[in-house]
């Protein structure tokens, strides 16, 4: 149990286009979803906490206008990379999970290529 | 915020040995810590977790502890195999919140 999946799992497009990417839990209803953002041989960065039905709540430092999330239903998050640029181009995975400080299950990530 | 450092940043260990990697949080009101292995390309895997009220945990060959004084907990992976080799990461929860800091990684290499 407790599968989360993304699509798609790797996207190449052009400067200046908009892209989205897709989070969803499979098995199980997601009350919180989180959008991570991971530069070659670096850590994961938390960009955002998704919860159903209201808006997302976005870390210091990251463009909410340039990182559009989306979190229609419990088992469906988005984020829409706006007028993407080179410096753009990362690995983009998301969790999820049932609540409170508890294990989050992460996708398996989406590798975007802005050229 | 928190903060979580994670060291080292990387670790060659020969097949058999012990593994031992370390992590300190800033964050007095941290109460979940989990240690997550992953490998070129793919997801985070939990591979272990421990929270505020315990101080140690063990999963076969896999051991977390915990020294919440002192605000810090370690990971110890013992007779090691080449399969373990891998980038691992350490986690903080932000305070009692669902949201997760995660130190800078530790790359294993385990030699045969």
């Known amino acids: 149990g407790a599968v989360v999946s993304q699509h798609p799992s790797r996207v190449i497009c052009k400067s200046g286009t908009s892209v989205k990417i897709e989070c969803r839990s499979l098995?199980?209803?997601?009350?919180?979803m989180f959008w991570y953002r991971q530069f070659p041989k670096q850590s994961l960065m938390l960009m955002a906490t998704s919860n159903e039905g209201s808006k997302a709540t976005y870390e210091q430092g990251v463009e909410k206008d340039k990182f559009l999330i989306n979190h229609a239903s419990l088992t469906l998050s988005t984020l829409t990379v706006t007028s993407a640029h080179p410096e753009d181009s990362s690995f983009y995975i998301c969790s999820a999970t049932l609540g409170g400080p508890d294990e989050q299950y992460f996708g398996p990530g989406t590798r975007l290529t802005v050229t | 915020g928190e903060n979580v450092e994670q060291h080292p940043s990387t670790l060659s260990v020969q097949e058999g040995d012990s593994a031992v990697i370390k992590c300190t949080y800033s964050d007095s009101a941290s109460n979940y810590f989990p240690w997550y292995k992953q490998e070129l390309g793919k997801r985070p895997q939990l591979i272990i977790d421990?929270?505020?009220?315990?101080g140690e945990k063990k999963d076969q060959r896999i051991a977390v502890t915990l020294n919440k004084t002192a605000k810090h907990f370690s990971l110890h992976i013992t007779e090691t195999q080449p399969e373990d080799s891998a980038v691992y990461f350490c986690a903080a929860s932000i305070g009692g919140a669902q949201k997760l800091v995660f130190g800078q990684g530790t790359r294993l290499t385990i030699n045969p």
């Open positions: 421990i929270r505020s009220n315990v």
């Open positions: 098995d199980f209803q997601a009350t919180t």
